[in-house]
């Protein structure tokens, strides 16, 4: 079926004199309601490209208009479609490049794939993957927010811009939760730690870091693999004999054996007692994760507590895990990643808008202005 998506055409022709080039802005299927938004605080028109898939499945994409000359913008955010919204955003991109756009600039709210950006045991980098095939279809500039992990601006062979959240959700928890002096910011894990305690200093209120059983499994990377073990009988072809538990080494002296983690029971560094407890991640896709370290701060003595992320995936049946939780008493995420449309009937969950802080990126790409002033002293203002 066809979808006619409006993209953003700002006026048609610059100014006399003015070096900038006129200005487009396209909108991908993943998350038109974002594109609408940032389009308006930009303050553009809406202009006309045709994004479909066909009887096969295969995506297609038609530009309504010329852009030869123009400074293009694509809004394309991750969502449950993941591998779809990833290769229209290619094939978009792609489309721009061959019709002669003079800048063509990605504006990814939620990178997708971007939790795979570390090696993990015979596993492969795959946000790198990604950011080869953007960058190989033709994207000069990235405007995203919050990465996962900051290292994967090295995967990028153009600029990136990784905006944050932290401003509007701090502004939350300043206008919504009277005594946030009372709060106390939880890292769900170790790594969560460094974002954690960066919201707490900001707030003047202490944090906590959760540790235990509910670390990730995968822990360990390629590099702890035995080395490849001496073929028995020479080289007539006969195939080694691999023992998992052991090192097989021609050295004298051994190499010592990797000694496999234990993790310990569930442990909490720091205290929550009489306190809001405001669990915080980057990203939230599983809840029950979310609602058994909910119960666990319960159990501590928290009095109320909430969670809060940046990128809101939500997959299975979230929705109802989070209205049945009894330990877990708000969710908060921005509108990064399209929202489900049964979620209005989940009130535990409350939306924060970003759109204004991807305008803000735009206008200033477009006029040619310093970046650094979105990552200092930022207001909703």
Known sequence: MSIILRS?????????????????????????????????????????????????????????????????????SGSKKVNNDVFEMLTMVYACKTSSARKIVAVIPYLPYSKQCRMRRRACITSKLIAKMMCNAGINHLITMDLHQREIHGFFDCSVDNLRSSPFLLQYILDNITNYRECVMVAKNPSSTRRVSSYAERLRVNFAV???????????????????????????????????????????????????????????????????????????????????????????????????????ILSGNALQIINSSPSLDQVIITNTVPLSDGLALCPKIHVVDVSKMFAEAIRRIHNGESMSALFTNITQD
């Open 210 to 312: 959760i540790h235990g059983e509910l670390k990730e499994e995968r822990e360990i990377d390629g590099r702890t693999s035995p080395p490849p073990t001496p073929l028995i009988g020479g080289n007539s072809g006969i195939l080694p004999v691999v023992t998992p538990a052991t090192f097989a080494c021609s050295f004298p002296t051994p190499i010592p054996p990797y000694q496999q983690k234990i993790k310990p029971s569930l442990s909490l560094v720091g205290s929550v007692k009489d306190k809001i407890a405001i669990l915080l991640d980057d990203i939230i896709d599983d809840v029950e994760p979310w609602c058994l370290l909910a119960g666990f701060l319960k159990e501590q003595g928290a009095l109320k507590v909430y969670a809060m992320a940046t990128h809101g």
């Open 8 to 76: 953003v055409l700002s006026t048609q022709c610059p100014a006399m004199g003015d070096p900038r080039p006129p200005m487009v802005i396209f909108a991908g299927q993943s998350h038109p309601a974002i594109a609408e938004d940032i389009a308006g605080h930009v303050g553009v028109k809406l202009g006309d490209i045709l994004v479909h898939n066909l009887t096969s499945t295969e995506t297609e994409v038609k530009l309504q208009e010329s852009i030869r000359g123009k400074e293009v913008y694509i809004i394309q």
